[in-house]
C-alpha cells in the first residue's frame, strides 16, 4: 500500500488530545519528566550511559529509603517489576501468602501461581485492609517462603499498613515482598525501616512519570536467594562463567540476577537498554528528592483530604475505611440513579477531565479520583469537583449549590497559600471537626472566636459480626445510609454495641462515629 492510499488518520502524526488525568493512574506527566526523555539516545555502554545507570541508582535508594546495594530498573510497566521480583524469589513448590484487600492483592496471586508456588491467602472485604494479627496467625500456619503485599491497593483506595509485618516476617525468616506501585512517594514508606526485602514500583501514579519501566530494590537477604539461582545466557557465557546450583529463573527477560548483573559494575549484558525511559525515571526521582519525600507525601495527603472533603460537601458517599484511604486516590459510590458512565464520559468529553471507576464487584459502583504525582496539586482539585458537580447536575443529582470546595464535618485542612473554596481547616471541637469558613477581611494568624452547634445524635445498637476484632469495622444501616463502624477493644464477635452519629454529617467515615461502647456481650 502506498502511503497516499492510506486514510488521513494513518498520514497524519498522532497527537493526543489535552487532558487533565484524575483516575487512580496513569496520570498527567510532570513537563520536566517529557523534557528529560526528549533527549538523544547514547549507546548502552558509553560512559554517560552507564554514569546515568548509577545515578538512577543512587536516587532510588533516597526515594525507596534505603541503603540497598541493590537497588535498580526494570525496563517493563509496573507490573513487569512484580513478575521479576515474584519469579526471581519463588520456585516452584514454594509456599507464599498474600493478604487480598482488591484486585491487585489478586494479581499477586495470579503471578505467583504462574511461578509455581503454593499460593495461600488472607482475604478482607474490599474496602478493609488486613491486621497484624490476622498476618502473624496465618504466618505460623502457612509457613511461607514469602510474604507478598501490595501496599496501596488503587482498586479500592485503600493503603495497607505495613509498619509490623517486616518484624512478623523476620521473627519467622520470612522473606517479605510489597508492590508500592500506587503509594510511593504519595503514602509514607520505608523500606529499612519496616524490614522489607523486595520492593517493585511503577513511575505512572505519584512518582509523576510515564508507565513504562520499574524500579525495583532487594536486600542482601533476597539477593542472596536470587544468586542462588543464578544462570550466565548461553550467548554471552565466557569461559570460566559458572552457573550457581538453584534451580534456574523461569524467566529470561524478568531474571533479576542477569538484570544485576547488567547493572553491576560487570555489565553483563542482558538487554538494550530502555534509554529514554532511563531518562524519565531519573528525572522523577531527581524531583521527587528536590521537593523532599516527606514534603511530597504531605502535598498528596493535602490534595487527597480535599478532594475527599469537596466530594463529601457535594452529597456524595466515599468508599471503605475513610482511617486507611490512600492520601492520592478517592473512592465514591455512584449515587443511586446516577449513570456513572455518563458521568465519566461527559467528564472526558465536556472538560477533557478523565476519572475512574473501578473493577469486580466495585465497577459501577464507586468512581476512583486520583490525585497523583503533578496532578496533587489546588488548581487540578478544584477543577475536577467544579466539572464533577456540573455532570452530576445535568444527570439529575442535586448537589448542594457551590459546596464542592466548603467541606463536611471532620473534612479536610486549606491548601497552602489559601484554603479550599474559602473553608478554613477543620478545627476541633467538643462535638467532633467542624470546617470552619474564613470570613472576608480575615488574614493569616488572626483569632477568629467561631460558634459551633452541637450537633444532634441518634443512638443505633448492632452486632459485632462473626470474624471481627478490635479494631476493624464494619457497615452500619442508619437513616442516613451506610456507616463505617471501628470495632471497640474488648469486644468480641456476637458482642452488642451502641454507636452514637451525628444526624447533621454525611454518612461514610469513621470520624462521624461520635461514640462506640459495648453494652451486651455473648
Known amino acids: 500500500m502506498n502511503f497516499d492510499d492510506l486514510p488521513p488518520a494513518l498520514r497524519s ?119 497484624p494479627e490476622q498476618v502473624a496467625e496465618a504466618l505460623d500456619r502457612v509457613r511461607p517462603k514469602l510474604l507478598a503485599t501490595v501496599q496501596g491497593d488503587t482498586s479500592t483506595t485503600m493503603c495497607q499498613p505495613l509498619d509490623e509485618f517486616g518484624r512478623l516476617c523476620r521473627e519467622r525468616d520470612v522473606l517479605f515482598y510489597c508492590d508500592c506501585t500506587a503509594s510511593i512517594v504519595g503514602n509514607p514508606f520505608e523500606t529499612d525501616g519496616w524490614g522489607l526485602d523486595a520492593v517493585s514500583a511503577g513511575l505512572q501514579k505519584c512518582l509523576g512519570g510515564p508507565s513504562g519501566i520499574a524500579p525495583v530494590t532487594l536486600s542482601d537477604r533476597a539477593a542472596a536467594v536470587i544468586r542462588e539461582r543464578r544462570h550466565v545466557e548461553r550467548g554471552i557465557r565466557a569461559e570460566g562463567d ?55 507525601v504531605e502535598r498528596h495527603r493535602v490534595a487527597g483530604e480535599a478532594l475527599a472533603a469537596g466530594l463529601a460537601a457535594m452529597g456524595l458517599r466515599l468508599f471503605g475505611d475513610q482511617a486507611h484511604r490512600m492520601h492520592n486516590v478517592v473512592g465514591v459510590y455512584i449515587p443511586d440513579g446516577v449513570d456513572g458512565e455518563a458521568v465519566r464520559g461527559r467528564m472526558l468529553t465536556d472538560f477533557a477531565i478523565e476519572i475512574g471507576t473501578s473493577f469486580g464487584p466495585l465497577h459501577g459502583v464507586i468512581w476512583r479520583i486520583g490525585t497523583m504525582g503533578y496532578n496533587a496539586r489546588r488548581d487540578a482539585v478544584l477543577t475536577t469537583l467544579a466539572c464533577l458537580e456540573q455532570c452530576l447536575r445535568r444527570e439529575g443529582f442535586a448537589a448542594p449549590a457551590g459546596e464542592a470546595g466548603s467541606g463536611p464535618s471532620g473534612a479536610t485542612p486549606c491548601f497552602p497559600g489559601g484554603c479550599l473554596s474559602g473553608a478554613g481547616a477543620g478545627k476541633m471541637t467538643e462535638s467532633g471537626k467542624a470546617i470552619i469558613k474564613v470570613p472576608a477581611g480575615a488574614q493569616p494568624g488572626q483569632t477568629l472566636q467561631v460558634t459551633v452547634p452541637k450537633p444532634r445524635v441518634d443512638t443505633y445498637t448492632a452486632t459485632v459480626p462473626e470474624g471481627k476484632k478490635p479494631g476493624q469495622g464494619f457497615y452500619l444501616g442508619t437513616d442516613l445510609g451506610r456507616v463505617w463502624i471501628k470495632i471497640p477493644a474488648g469486644t468480641k464477635a456476637g458482642d452488642t454495641i451502641e454507636a452514637k452519629i451525628p444526624r447533621e454529617v454525611n454518612a461514610s467515615t469513621v470520624a462521624e462515629v461520635v461514640e462506640v461502647k459495648l453494652v451486651a456481650g455473648r
Open 13 to 131: 502524526t498522532f497527537l493526543p488530545p489535552p487532558r487533565l488525568l484524575m483516575g487512580p493512574g496513569p496520570i498527567t506527566c510532570d513537563p520536566r519528566v517529557l523534557q528529560a526523555m526528549s533527549h538523544q539516545l547514547v549507546g548502552q555502554f558509553d560512559p554517560s550511559m552507564t554514569a546515568c545507570m548509577n545515578q538512577a541508582m543512587a536516587l532510588y535508594r533516597g526515594v525507596f529509603r534505603t541503603e540497598n546495594r541493590w537497588t535498580f530498573l526494570v525496563d517493563s510497566t509496573a507490573r513487569g517489576g512484580i513478575e521479576a521480583c515474584l519469579v526471581s524469589l519463588l520456585e516452584p513448590g514454594d509456599r507464599v501468602l498474600v493478604p487480598v484487600m482488591g484486585r491487585f492483592g489478586q494479581l499477586l496471586t495470579e503471578i505467583a501461581e504462574r511461578c509455581g508456588a503454593q499460593v495461600h491467602t488472607i482475604s478482607v472485604p474490599w474496602g478493609e485492609v488486613c491486621a
Open 242 to 296: 559458572e552457573d550457581a546450583g538453584g534451580e534456574r529463573i523461569r524467566s529470561n527477560y524478568f531474571d533479576l540476577a542477569m538484570i544485576m548483573d547488567y547493572w553491576s559494575e560487570a555489565r553483563l549484558n542482558h538487554h538494550t537498554e530502555a534509554t529514554s525511559m532511563l531518562y524519565g525515571a531519573r528525572e522523577c526521582a531527581r524531583i521527587a528528592l528536590e521537593e523532599g519525600i516527606d514534603n511530597a
